[in-house]
């Protein structure tokens, strides 16, 4: 089998944690080339992998012939480099989120369809084994009509080294709810099947821009070079209320620092049964759980096996390009995750609801 060459853009935390180490576990891919400003961080990155060529212009390794692009760079950059790369035939990998706004992640899709070539946004959420589990749960009917959603992750204090581009808006384009709160709307999105908003309400907060503490991303290890001159002009903390056009209605919530415990979490309610996927963090017997109506009411705890997500996305991206099958993150999903992201941060500057027109 032929390997497939495969381009990096941003040397950054996501890259050295997951994109490069998934990738070189692969006997059908081999990075071929790395690009980052920082060219302390690229150098150290390429002597560490072994990747043979680096670039400290993105726009330049995409003359390489090279067959798939992670992109691992600052949200503010995903436009620009989803369209470029797919435009010069590189099939893209997209760090989350996508895009800060709706109009350009319609228009990346629009140019995947016109060139062919595949466009993933990289929602390792959707990948894990309990998530597997659980569509399939869904997909047998099991739960019935889904109504409610409630999702959130939390953490007690865990922002990203404070002054990095994590916590400029300009290059963020947000805060918690852009960085971590993305991944629980969207396996919302993605399980229950959630489409069309029409009203979201929402606020958010920052209680600890004056005193914020590292919490340890992007992992000390990979911060070579870096010079934080940024600010903090982002939340920390960002709940809403959604409702949809069906009836069905979601909550959300993404902190990365404030005064409770740790927790990833998901719960489905629906007519027959629920279902609740629960972070180990939180130290619960199982990790994923359903809820059963009938009498007696019961309650049953699925056996889940161990499941690198990250691997397991990595995997199934590869086999989207070798087969040339479409990911399963469609169009009307993402974009209707920042529809939502979007809505709550609109909310929560006018003190009003979010009214999102469809059509």
Known sequence: MVKLKAGIIGAGG???YAHIPC????GDVEISAIADVNVEKLEFVARKYGVPKTFARWEDMLDENIDIVSICSPTAFHYSQAIRAMERGKHVLCEKPVCIDTGEAEEIFRVSKRTGMKFMAAMHKRFSGESIALKKIIEAGILGEIYYVKTGWTRRRGMPNPGSWFTHKELSGGGSLMDIGVHAIDLAVYLAGL???VSISGSSYSKFRDNASDGGW???NTRKGNEYAGSIDVEELAAGFTRFKNGQTLFAEACW???LYDRFSLEIMGDRAGAAIFDPGEKKKNSLAI???GQPL??????VPPVDPFMGEIEYFIKCVREDTEPLTKADEIITVIRIIRGIYESSETGYPAKISIG
């Open 291 to 293: 809820y059963r109506s």
């Open 257 to 259: 620092a404030g005064n």
């Open 218 to 220: 992007p992992p000390l």
């Open 14 to 16: 996501i890259a050295q």
């Open 23 to 26: 990738y070189k576990k692969l």
């Open 298 to 303: 019961s309650d049953i705890f699925p056996s």
């Open 195 to 197: 489409s069309n908003p």
